[in-house]
């Protein structure tokens, strides 16, 4: 009892330091594979500067497409109406491209999903989407995965019979 008592505290002594290191190394290990990881859609698209522009863009787009008029009348609301949108449409495509906002809008799919908005409306917003982000300059494979997510909204929002 006494001996196997000495022979463990003389491991624990022999080893410990082993433990340690051992220990360190893959700390250091874990956290830089997890430094080497890819950064946020966001801020590979250029942030929230980016995101604001392509929405106000957008919004003014919906406004102005005689595709989408029946949502429109073919009419501009007023300015509080436009910009509230353009702010609302912005934290929304922050906050699932991984940014650091919050969205406090409408739930989506509860807004859009009686409008029956047809695939061929959701391919003029797409328009628009793809115009704005064609002006970025990033990586190719960048925007591709910012407009897939973005086309992916057209499931959040019951577009029917999406392509
Ligand atoms: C063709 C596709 C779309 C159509 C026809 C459409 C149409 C509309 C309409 C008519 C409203 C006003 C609803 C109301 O106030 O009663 C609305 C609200 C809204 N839409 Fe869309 N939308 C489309 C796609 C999108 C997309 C892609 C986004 C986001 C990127 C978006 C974000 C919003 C937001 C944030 C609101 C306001 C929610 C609130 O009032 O809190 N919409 N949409």
Redesign the pocket.
């Known amino acids: 009892m006494g001996l196997t008592l000495i022979m463990g505290i003389g491991m624990r002594k022999r080893f410990g330091s082993k433990i340690v290191l051992l220990g360190l190394l893959l700390f250091w290990a874990l956290n830089s594979s997890a430094g080497e990881t890819k950064a946020r859609l966001y801020d590979r698209i250029g942030g929230y500067d980016a995101i604001s522009h392509f929405?106000n863009g957008?919004i003014d787009g919906?406004y102005s497409d005689s595709r989408?008029s029946r949502?429109?009348e073919g009419v501009t609301p007023p300015i509080e109406v436009v910009e509230?949108?353009k702010q609302?449409?912005t934290?929304?495509?922050c906050k699932i491209a991984g940014g650091p906002c919050f969205?406090?809008?409408?739930d989506?799919h509860t807004?859009?999903k009686d409008?029956k908005?047809t695939k061929e409306?959701?391919a003029?917003?797409m328009d628009h989407?793809i115009r704005l982000a064609s002006v970025w300059n990033i990586e190719p494979a960048d925007k591709e995965e910012f407009l897939k997510l973005?086309d992916n909204?057209?499931l959040t929002?019951e577009?029917q019979n999406p392509s």
């Not at 969205?103 to 409408?106: Q, S, V, W």
């Open positions: 929405s957008l919906f989408l949502f429109t509230r949108d609302l449409t934290e929304y495509l969205y406090i809008g409408k989506m807004t859009h409008m908005i409306e959701w003029a917003l989407a973005f909204i057209k929002i577009v």
